[in-house]
């Protein structure tokens, strides 16, 4: 659970500054710096409830392991603790008879038994888990969501990087890391404050004031402790429990969960956290709503709930004349879109989530109204290493969706990148309180990793990562530089 908000506002001011800025005595200062604390998440180790399948098989020849055994009998002869060894060091050959009973579960791949023993020992891929996910989401990244999900740690296994290095899609985007930013490196242990808060609302770059000095365009933004917030399930999953998963694990880290209105409506669930999916300008959206969103733009619908004082955001498929439309709003004054992409992270036209978000912010940009307005985007985020290359590319937040289900150990299939397709199960008896923790250890994970990323990249808040180009590399663009003069590289040899 959340333990505080993070405070921005003269929290860090010695009891002397805050006397004279706020006009408190040293001991209400005093009283005020003691009940400070950090923005925390708090995570539970939370096991499986539906088994994920193991990433190994191992298999064991019994004849052979029993003619290594009777051969190390004689050769070592009293020295029972080597006589009885095995060569692992995660326990899959330990326990009362060894290797004739070994346990994959706790295979990690290093191959230390099969290359020591090629004659009886083989350690394969477990299909089944190969078979998770599809080309996109892919098990890798399934099994890694588990265990961060589980945990609420960064997953680390000592092995270094095992991923790719370049790719389609956020593989081949780069981030700039420098060994001269150590010292701000200590955001995930607390030592220092990064902030992963962001502001989502209407920004006006100059306040204008009245003949009375009353400000008469204040700021109608708001901020959320995270940049991530929870898009809406399928509508091919129809269940009242992850409605009700979302909104709670959105209350308790500080984020938005965004459902369709009647959902809200029916279970009950409005309140600042929850951002209602609107299709008209009679849906009713509950008491405590800060932000509603439009499922397709509609101006009139858009000015009724502006002018009850809503923050308005729109929801725009990034398909046909998608920016010209985005243009438009914004002209029309929306101050907040959320753009989707399908879940591989393409556009109607087929390109990729780095270029199509770069397109929207540059124009927005150049129309001199970016920091006007609230760029969200969801589709293609299928890990934590997505979330800072999605805020770079020009969004202010990203929304999570499969992740979301994926975290609660449903199983995906059927056609997972087109919009609302999916097939969704979900374990059976599903334990809400269980399946919040696993949101909210996933949450951790995800932020603790962003500080990291900001850390090592010398950036003090989230907020100043958003469209820095300068800090992401191309892969493509750095091949073009190194080989193209060289014969055989595409377009190269010129």
Excluded at 21 to 29: P, Y
Excluded at 125 to 132: F, S, V
Excluded at 185 to 213: C, N, Y
Aim: proline share 5%; glycine share 12%.
């Amino acid at each position: 659970m959340v333990l505080s908000a993070e405070l921005e506002h003269g929290s860090f001011a010695p009891e002397s500054v805050a006397s004279e800025v706020w006009g408190l005595t040293r001991g209400e200062a005093r009283q005020r710096a003691d009940t400070y604390q950090r923005y925390h998440i708090e995570a539970l180790p939370t096991e499986e409830k539906w088994k994920i399948p193991r990433r190994f098989n191992v298999k064991v020849g019994k004849f052979g392991l029993a003619k290594m055994i009777f051969k190390e009998f004689f050769q070592y002869f009293g020295h029972w603790e080597t006589v009885f060894s095995r060569p692992c060091t995660y326990g899959v050959f330990s326990g009362p008879i060894g290797g004739f009973s070994p346990r994959p579960d706790l295979c990690v791949g290093c191959l230390r038994c099969e290359v020591q023993h090629p004659d009886f020992v083989t350690v394969t891929p477990n299909g089944e888990l190969r078979a998770l996910g599809d080309k996109y989401l892919t098990y890798q990244h399934i099994y890694t969501i588990d265990q961060e999900a589980m945990r609420g740690t960064v997953p680390v296994r000592g092995q270094g990087y095992r991923g790719r290095f370049g790719g389609p899609g956020f593989d081949g985007m780069f981030t700039d890391m420098s060994e001269i930013v150590r010292p701000s490196r200590d955001g995930i242990h607390g030592r220092e404050l990064i902030g992963t808060s962001v502001d989502i609302g209407a920004k006006p770059m100059h306040l204008e004031f009245d003949t009375e000095g009353n400000i008469t365009n204040p700021p109608t933004t708001f901020t959320i402790q995270l940049p991530f917030i929870f898009d809406a399930p399928p509508t091919t999953l129809e269940s009242d429990a992850v409605a009700r998963i979302y909104v709670e694990a959105a209350e308790q880290v500080d984020t938005l969960a965004i459902l369709p209105a009647k959902s809200i409506e029916r279970l009950g669930l409005a309140g600042p956290n929850v951002v209602p999916i609107v299709t008209c300008s009679g849906c009713s959206v509950g008491p405590g709503t800060r932000m509603v969103e439009l499922a397709t733009w509609n101006h009139e619908t858009y000015a009724h709930f502006a002018a009850q004082g809503y923050a308005v955001g729109v929801r725009l498929e990034m398909t046909g004349e998608w920016l010209s439309t985005l243009l438009e709003m914004q002209s029309a004054g929306v101050t907040i879109f959320h753009l989707l992409s399908d879940h591989h992270g393409r556009s109607g036209d087929g390109r990729f989530l780095i270029e199509t978000l770069k397109e929207a912010h540059m124009a927005l940009v150049e129309k001199g109204v970016r920091d006007e307005v609230t760029l969200l985007g969801s589709g293609g985020i299928a890990g934590a290493d997505n979330l800072p290359k999605g805020i770079i590319s020009g969004l202010d937040a990203v929304g999570l969706d499969h992740v979301l289900l994926i975290a609660m150990q449903a199983r995906l299939s059927g056609d997972m990148q087109s919009r609302d397709t999916v097939t969704v199960q979900l374990p059976k008896k599903l334990d809400e309180a269980w399946a919040v923790q696993r949101l909210v250890n996933l949450s951790c994970s995800w932020r603790d990793q962003m500080l990291e990323i900001l850390g090592a990249m010398g950036v003090r808040e989230v907020r100043r990562l958003r469209g820095e180009f300068g800090r992401s590399m191309m892969c493509s663009e750095l091949e073009a530089e190194a080989f193209g003069e060289i014969e055989g590289f595409p377009g190269g040899g010129r």
